[in-house]
């Protein structure tokens, strides 16, 4: 379904490959312009900034490059992350604490900071950040991704109050376990244990996330803002 404004550019963190390709070719199908922000590009065809989101420099810099090239951002999709080693908290190093922290909490905030500025003086624009179900609940052995995305949660909810009645919506998914490359980074047992915990006892597939997503990056979603929306396959409780 056409969101009816077919030159609108889409930025998309971490989207050369998993969730956020996914969330790429979903977005592409509304009849936006997908603009990857990733620190390598992937297979696909997509236009391609880099981009450390962690880094304040490199997010201005990827701001103006893609707003020259392609045209005013009205689409952000805070997506790009990882979960670290699955280690307990007296196990976890400090550095992997930062490096967690660093491209999931701080990362959105730079994006979201950078675009929003950019969005509000237009009266309009979505933005979408993937927060995770580990953020609500706490998943042992993750406690740095715990703990960042449910300051994503909390910033989503922030900015939404923020910025209502300025035509820029926040919004966020919070997602159960999604079958990417990125479960490789847990072990066996923690993804197990979190498909042990799903009603529907299955991992999510990227489609499904991509096309809550689209939902929320369209001006088919008009009334809602700083929410979470859960994929959860009936496992969220709150």
């Known amino acids: 379904m056409s969101t009816g404004r077919s030159d609108r550019v889409a930025v998309v963190t971490g989207g050369a490959k998993g969730i956020g390709l996914a969330v790429v070719q979903r977005l592409a199908q509304d009849g936006l312009t997908p603009v990857v922000w990733d620190l390598a590009p992937g297979a696909g065809s997509h236009a391609f900034v880099a981009c450390d989101v962690a880094d304040e420099a490199q997010v201005s810099a990827a701001l103006a490059a893609t707003e020259r090239q392609h045209g005013p951002v009205a689409v952000l999709v805070n997506n790009a992350g990882l979960t670290g080693p699955s280690t307990t908290v007296a196990e976890t190093p400090l550095a992997q604490w930062q490096k967690v922290q660093a491209v999931n909490l701080t990362g959105t905030f730079l994006c979201s900071r950078a675009v929003a500025a950019a969005m ?3 009266g309009h624009g979505r933005i979408v950040n993937i927060a995770s ?20 949660i909390a910033l989503t909810k922030a900015q939404g109050k923020e910025l209502a009645g300025s035509g ?4 966020a998914v919070a997602p159960a376990a999604i079958e990417t490359e990125l479960l490789l980074q847990m072990s066996a047992e923690t993804v197990a244990t979190m498909v042990g915990k799903s009603p529907l006892k299955r991992l999510g597939k990227v489609e499904e996330l ?14 809602s803002t700083g929410a979470v929306f859960d994929l959860s396959g009936g496992r969220a409780t709150y």
Do not use: I, M, Q
Request: glycine share 8%.
């Open 210 to 223: 991509a096309e809550l997503v689209a939902w929320l990056a369209s001006d088919r979603c008009s009334f």
């Open 120 to 122: 509000v003086p237009r």
């Open 133 to 152: 179900l580990a953020g609500k609940e706490g998943t042992p052995t993750l406690s740095a991704y715990s703990a960042a995305k449910a300051g994503v």
């Open 168 to 171: 820029v919506l926040v919004n």
